[in-house]
């Protein structure tokens, strides 16, 4: 049970920073295009490591 009350709490937490964090991005000038990169070679990196089992 308490177990259950921890988690309920964690997820509380990041979904309130997730939304914080959200509002600050729209607020903020970002280059898209360089973010989206980043998170497309790392999304790459850990497929590329599940495919092949080396890394």
């Known amino acids: 049970m308490i177990r259950l ?3 309920a709490l964690i997820v509380v937490v990041a979904w309130f920073l997730l939304v914080k ?3 600050v991005l729209k ?6 295009t360089g ?6 070679f790392i ?3 850990f ?3 599940h ?3 080396m890394g």
Not at 27 to 32: C, I, L
Not at 35 to 40: E, K, S
């Open 5 to 7: 009350v921890v988690i």
């Open 21 to 23: 964090l959200i509002k």
């Open 27 to 32: 607020s903020a000038n970002v280059d898209w």
């Open 35 to 40: 973010v989206t990169t980043i998170i497309g």
């Open 43 to 45: 999304a790459l990196a």
């Open 47 to 49: 497929w590329l490591r």
């Open 51 to 53: 495919i092949t089992g």
